[in-house]
């Protein structure tokens, strides 16, 4: 499956590679300049792949003479020792690459290998895994892409595509009533969704007509409960659980009915894959 990398990607790798190389690459200019290099990057544990338009932007922003030979795709299942990719051309922009490449394949593999654990864990269910706004600053673009890598689904990818009420808006409003009424008035055509904390809190979703309610930290029978009274009405609302759900819960969230499960930890939690890149030089 082909994945569509984010438009900022481009700028994502400039300011990656301008807070690694700043006014210059001093250790690179040990090696001649007419060196050539020829590097195989492999993983050293079970992983999914993510991060490959990021390792090509990479190098083709150094030297876009260096040639890339890719041995896995982005979505892919990775087993240890499997080569992920072949690298060649001038020695010093494939070592001056190398971190910043790396940097993001380990990252996002990671965000992605965190990604199918959770959708794995709750198959069969009809369910679908969500990611938050709790990402890393400056990659929220790259992460959200490598969810889907992983087979998760996208929530709003910012606080300008979906209204999301919570407790303080709800607050300030003076009810979820109030707080829908003006998020409708706002014609954004974009889609409503409300945080509730109570079965009573979600009737009043309900009522309001909002398209989705995030029920925030609910006991399983009060999920139960939720999903029973939105079957029964002639429009029924999106529902997501959320809040303290780890990987041993999720399946028991998941099997009492609501559309979707989300998870913050995904995005925010990340431990980078282990990888190993080795680079043999010619002169």
Request: aromatic share 4%; net charge negative; charged share 25%.
């Amino acid at each position: 499956m082909d994945f569509i990398a984010p438009p900022d990607l481009a700028q994502t790798v400039a300011a990656a590679l301008a807070e690694d190389i700043g006014s210059g690459d001093l250790t690179a200019q040990l090696v001649p300049a007419s060196a050539t290099g020829r590097a195989r990057v492999i993983t050293r544990e079970a992983a999914v792949l993510c991060g490959a338009p990021w390792v090509d932007a990479v190098f083709a922003a150094l030297d876009p003479s260096v040639r890339i030979i890719w041995r896995a795709r982005d979505g892919d299942a990775i087993a240890p020792g499997q080569l992920l990719f072949e690298v060649e051309g001038p020695a010093r922009p494939l070592l001056t690459g190398e971190r910043t490449a790396l940097n993001f394949l380990q990252s996002l593999s990671g965000t992605a290998t965190a990604a199918r654990r959770y959708v794995a864990a709750i198959e069969g269910t009809g369910c679908r895994i969500l990611d938050t706004r709790k990402t890393l600053p400056g990659l929220r673009t790259a992460q959200k892409y490598a969810v889907r890598c992983g087979g998760g689904k996208n929530h709003r990818i910012g606080l300008y595509d979906g209204i999301l009420i919570k407790e303080n808006h709800i607050a300030a409003a003076g009810s979820i009533a109030a707080a829908v009424s003006a998020a409708r008035a706002l014609s954004a055509h974009v889609p409503v969704e409300v945080e509730v904390e109570s079965l009573e809190e979600l009737d009043q979703a309900f009522a309001a007509d909002a398209d989705m309610a995030l029920l925030d930290e609910l006991s399983l029978a009060d999920l139960a409960e939720a999903v029973a009274r939105n079957r029964r009405r002639t429009r029924p609302l999106g529902l997501e659980a959320s809040g303290g759900i780890d990987l041993e819960t999720i399946r028991a969230v998941a099997l009492t009915g609501v559309d979707f499960i989300s998870v913050g930890a995904i995005t925010k939690h990340v431990r980078a894959v282990d990888l190993s890149m080795r680079l043999a030089v010619g002169r």
